[in-house]
């Protein structure tokens, strides 16, 4: 069982899966030329993958990670093609080598380095540094695309709005169950995410290299430098989902807001009215818009031309902004028993968007 620690660089960290009984792990390392894992040293982040963090016994830090789950194969070979398209384009950890077989992937540690939820979370991803994660984002766009996944996103899943199968059914939390229900009983919802899903596709004109899984903890501020990390979603794709992935997660951030800024401006025991709580959204929104539209400025100014020539590109990427609102609360009801008011009004909020997204442009700060 995992436990809970803190690392020096303030990030949470628990007890890793036990490097004997991964023995490929200490084989790769050596191989690399590094020597073992120090087991004093090593910790691991929560998240989908197996990962271990620490010293080898040449004093060389590491990070690795195990690729767990469904297509193991093809995130592993998603991840390679990313970094090696990406190297002298795009800062990210350095991947100094890989083992196909076991899934394994090592990568330079970046010591001392800040997730950019933990960033946002201190206010302290700025517009200068959102302005940057833009430049990082085209510069993704602009890479070469041979060698990409050409095999279109698995997300939204629509082939779940009608129903969803037997084995996820038997293994579903009660609060992914009830997310589920909603969006079955939702055929307006579900209109719009099947329009979202068919419009990804040839006739997009901007189809480049994309990361696939746009979220703040997939950037790492590390020695003065934003990091972009986690490519086992990267493909060829619409441009407007990376952008509105970023956009979704300012979103998602003032949504969390809205239940402790309600609280600390409404007397004891008042409920908060339909009114209060849609003005308290919306001014949570308007807060963090000027993250977005700095973010979405610097994209522009550096993506590509034919992606700046896009003009449904806003509107696109303000969809996929309503959509990531859903993919969040089907994410934290991976790990609840049931769903919280804020996940809910998270997933209002999205919806909202995705049945109009190009009245949201702006408010998004989707704007040139």
């Not at 080598?97 to 206010?123: C, I, K, M, P, W």
């Not at 189809?207 to 060829?236: C, K, N, S, Y």
Request: include cysteine.
């Amino acid at each position: 069982m995992e436990t809970k620690s803190r690392a020096r660089d303030g990030a949470p960290r628990f007890t890793p899966v036990d490097l004997d009984n991964v023995p490929e792990v200490d084989a790769l390392l050596s191989q690399l030329g590094v020597g073992v894992f120090d087991r004093s040293s090593v910790t691991t982040s929560l998240g989908r993958n197996d990962n271990w963090s620490g010293r080898t016994s040449d004093g060389t830090q590491v990070f690795v990670k195990r690729i767990n789950g469904a297509e193991r194969g093809a995130r592993l070979e998603r991840t390679v093609t990313f970094c090696s398209a990406s190297e002298n384009k795009v800062a990210t950890p350095r991947l100094m080598g890989f083992d196909r077989e076991s899934g394994l992937l090592v990568f330079a540690y970046l010591s001392e380095s800040r997730t950019g939820n933990e960033l946002a979370s201190d206010n302290a991803f700025d517009e200068a540094l959102c302005a940057r994660a833009g430049i990082a984002v085209a510069a993704v766009h602009g890479m070469e695309a041979a060698g990409f996944d050409t095999a279109p996103h698995p997300l939204p899943p629509t082939a779940s709005l009608e129903a969803v199968t037997f084995p996820y059914y038997t293994q579903a939390t009660a609060a992914e169950l009830a997310t589920w229900r909603l969006l079955h009983g939702d055929a307006e919802l579900a209109q719009a995410l099947r329009r979202l899903r068919e419009a990804d596709d040839e006739s997009i004109a901007s189809r480049v290299p994309i990361h696939g899984d746009m979220r703040l903890d997939q950037f790492l501020f590390a020695e003065g430098q934003l990091h972009l990390t986690d490519f086992e979603e990267a493909r060829i794709g619409d441009a407007a989902r990376d952008l509105g992935g970023f956009a979704g997660e300012w979103l998602f951030q003032a949504a969390l807001r809205i239940p402790s800024t309600l609280a600390d401006s409404s007397p004891m025991g008042h409920t908060p009215t339909h009114e209060e709580i849609i003005a308290t959204g919306v001014g949570e929104i308007e807060q963090r818009s000027p993250l977005v539209r700095a973010f979405y400025a610097a994209y522009l100014e550096h993506a590509p031309v034919f992606v700046r020539e896009d003009k449904e590109l806003a509107t696109r990427a303000a969809a996929y902004a309503g959509w990531h609102m859903m993919d969040r609360m089907l994410a934290t009801a991976s790990s609840s028993t049931r769903l919280s008011p804020v996940s809910k009004a998270a997933a209002g909020i999205g919806r909202t968007v995705l049945l109009s997204p190009a009245e949201f442009t702006s408010s998004l700060g989707l704007e040139a």
